[in-house]
């Protein structure tokens, strides 16, 4: 007995024999009023719940008593070269970051973090100490926005999505919901337009009853559980299907540059043996999970990760050693080695309610719920971005940080045509077939568009999701 015991208490000290080298962290952002309005922003609710977070993970990585402490960072003043976030620069992302920060690092007003001048006078710093942390705003003009944004100004993705209502699963589900989708015709057509009622706007409608099931007083009790646990289930499906496609590679370009990203800074933390970058955040949208759940074969883990994630969720990557302990933090491996000792653990947490774990779920498919570095960093490879070079390229983008291809590709209209042929010419063709196949092709589109838009140009544009508030927010 005693044996046994003293045998299983061996084993749960040895379970437990890690040292967490850094942490990278992907948020949503909180509670908000609904993206259908202008002006949308966090609420006080959605602010409580990024802080929350915040202090959440400080429990678990950063406080001296934390479960897995970060090793050597530091628990309360904060260190700026140790943490490292960045974030859109849009109120609704930007403000996620800023407060998740706030818990992760609170005011601090002790010794720790008083300044002392010469002639003696103390200081620390205003609103009872709260400590700055620098989160890099990602303009849509800088590369370095298609970290957490890759799925924003990308044409080819855009398209993949779209493609999705030619489905024929689309149609189906199109066609089976438009009774249930036209009880709420009178509530919702004021807002999303006469005939727009229906799965073609699944998110949009659970958004709008969803918010105002938490906000609004005079439409909450007309909100049935069922019929909002309904629209959730549609809004769902939509949203993975317009986010998630095997055989689309570009549809989930938001996922593959989320995993460049996760990629560029993880090495960050590696080829600076952690002695810097330990925690790393960086605050995105729902549409932006679901594409890596999908890429990472995460929906193998649990059929969970088919539904939209909860306001303020995060998946969490750690980067560990399998020795030393949060006391005792083992030394970062050596470069040799570091691609088989140190190991990766995927986490989630679905929102921020009390009591909600962080969970660990095997990655690509796997049964292993870690992986050794280099095993993660080549399975990631095999869809990420990692640069804007190549998702210039991937996307057909024109962005400002994009090279132009050809002088035609800068002409404002009708260039994509022409762009694609002077990439066959490149190809070989001579210049003479190349003219040809212009005059043709020309022809033809201008035949096929003619043909396609006289008659049926009120049905080819409510084919188009209805361009959101802000498009670049799918937040
Ligand atoms: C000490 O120096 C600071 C900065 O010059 C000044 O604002 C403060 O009034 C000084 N305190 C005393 C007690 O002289
Ligand atoms: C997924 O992509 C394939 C290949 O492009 C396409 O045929 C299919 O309709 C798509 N499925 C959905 C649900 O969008
Ligand atoms: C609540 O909903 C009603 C009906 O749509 C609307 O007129 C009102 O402005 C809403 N109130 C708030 C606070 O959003
Ligand atoms: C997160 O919570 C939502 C709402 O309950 C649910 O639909 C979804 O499946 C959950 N996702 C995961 C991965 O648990
Ligand atoms: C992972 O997902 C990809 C893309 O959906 C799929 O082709 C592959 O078979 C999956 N692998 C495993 C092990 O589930």
């Given amino acids: 007995m005693l044996a046994l015991a003293s045998l299983l208490a061996a084993l749960a000290t040895s379970a437990v024999a890690e040292t967490v080298h850094g942490v990278v962290v992907f948020t949503r952002h909180g509670d908000r009023t609904t993206r259908m309005f202008p002006g949308y922003h966090l609420t006080n609710l959605g602010a409580n719940q990024a802080y929350n977070s915040g202090s959440f993970y400080r429990q678990r990585y950063v406080d001296d008593e934390a479960t897995s402490r970060i090793a050597n960072i530091s628990a309360d003043l904060v260190n700026y070269n140790q943490i490292w976030a960045s974030a859109p620069n849009q109120g609704l992302l930007f403000q996620t970051a800023v407060n998740f920060l706030q818990?992760?690092?609170?005011?601090?007003?002790?010794?720790?973090?008083?300044?002392?001048?010469?002639?003696?006078?103390?200081?620390?710093?205003?609103?009872?100490?709260?400590?700055?942390?620098?989160?890099?705003?990602?303009?849509?003009?800088?590369?370095?926005?298609?970290?957490?944004?890759?799925?924003?100004?990308?044409?080819?993705?855009?398209?993949?999505?779209?493609?999705?209502?030619?489905?024929?699963?689309?149609k189906d589900?199109?066609?089976?919901?438009?009774?249930?989708?036209?009880?709420?015709?009178?509530l919702l057509e004021p807002i999303l337009g006469q005939g727009e009622v229906t799965y073609k706007n699944a998110y949009e409608i659970f958004d709008l009853m969803n918010v105002a099931s938490i906000h609004n007083q005079s439409l909450a009790s007309n909100i049935s559980n069922s019929d909002l646990t309904q629209l959730r289930y549609l809004a769902d499906q939509w949203e993975w299907n317009y986010n998630f496609n095997a055989s689309q590679t570009d549809r989930m370009m938001g996922g593959r540059t989320l995993a460049g990203g996760i990629l560029q800074r993880m090495n960050e933390t590696v080829s600076r043996r952690a002695q810097s970058n330990k925690f790393q955040l960086l605050s995105g949208s729902y549409d932006t999970f679901l594409m890596f759940f999908g890429l990472a074969n995460l929906t193998t883990a649990s059929d969970d990760f088919y539904g939209l994630p909860g306001y303020a969720s995060t998946m969490a990557f750690e980067l560990f050693t399998e020795s030393g302990t949060a006391a005792a933090p083992a030394a970062f491996p050596a470069a040799d080695s570091v691609n088989d000792t140190l190991r990766v653990r995927f986490l989630f947490r679905n929102g921020t309610d009390a009591g909600t774990p962080l969970v660990s779920f095997p990655l690509f498919g796997s049964s292993e719920s870690t992986l050794p570095y280099g095993t993660f960093v080549e399975r990631m490879r095999s869809f990420a971005v990692t640069s804007s070079g190549q998702w210039?390229?991937?996307?057909?983008?024109?962005?400002?940080f994009c090279p132009s291809t050809d002088q035609a590709s800068s002409s404002p209209s009708g260039s994509s045509g022409s762009h694609r042929l002077s990439n066959a010419a490149a190809g070989g063709i001579g210049a003479g077939v190349t003219l040809a196949v212009v005059a043709i092709l020309a022809g033809l589109l201008f035949f096929v568009l003619r043909k396609k838009a006289t008659p049926t140009s009120s049905a080819v544009v409510s084919v188009l999701p209805e361009k959101r508030v802000s498009e670049s927010d799918s937040a």
């Fill in 392 to 400: 210039c390229q991937a996307c057909d983008a024109t962005a400002v």
């Fill in 103 to 170: 818990g992760l690092y609170p005011p601090l007003d002790s010794q720790l973090a008083t300044e002392t001048l010469n002639n003696g006078t103390q200081y620390t710093a205003p609103l009872d100490g709260y400590q700055f942390i620098l989160v890099q705003g990602q303009p849509a003009t800088s590369p370095d926005t298609i970290w957490i944004k890759g799925d924003d100004n990308c044409p080819r993705h855009i398209a993949a999505q779209r493609s999705y209502m030619n489905s024929s699963q689309y």
């Fill in 173 to 186: 589900i199109f066609n089976a919901t438009s009774g249930f989708y036209s009880r709420f015709d009178d």
